[in-house]
């Protein structure tokens, strides 16, 4: 049964980016960058911190305002620059892919295709473990809060939770 359920899953496993390629081509816009932050001042030396701070977060409310009459931009979503993983939302069932991934340590652009390719397969591989393993096996194929292992292989898995555990409190601390 975990067997089945476990497929079932995986076939509706979905992938996403964390930008579409309109969103990209909307961000390498300069006029379009120009524009949403042209009302953003900002001070130039340090004794203009505290000034700069409340300059940001009224800019903010505005464009929080803003969002009442007018379509989302891009700039207006909440995006994690330094986010450089891929991550498995288990109530979606779906891995996003963030654009950071494409960066060291998983990429690099002067190391071989092959090199890229297992850097990014490793980052992908172990976040898509996660919807498999102790935590994922309390969400179903559609993301619904549901034990779908049998009580045979929690108890498997279990066991060689604690036979890994023994196993490492004999290693050297470094």
Known sequence: KTKEEAFLKLKNVRFALSLSDDEIHELQDAEARAKYFEDLCLGRQVSHVLPSYFCVNKYL?????????????????????????????????????????????AFDGIWPMYMNYGGIGSVLGTAFTNG?????SNYNYM????????????????????????????????
């Open 61 to 105: 409310l505005n464009k929080n305002w803003e969002l009442l009459s007018r379509k989302p931009t891009v700039f207006d979503k909440d995006i994690d620059v330094f986010s450089k993983g891929i991550t498995y939302d288990q109530k979606r069932n779906s891995l996003l892919a963030v654009y950071g991934v494409l960066k060291y340590p």
């Open 132 to 136: 498999f393993d102790i935590s994922g």
């Open 143 to 174: 993301g619904f809060k549901s034990k779908w292992w049998t009580a045979e292989t929690e108890n498997l898995y279990n066991k060689q939770c604690e036979c890994f555990e023994r196993n490492m409190r004999h290693m050297p601390k470094i």
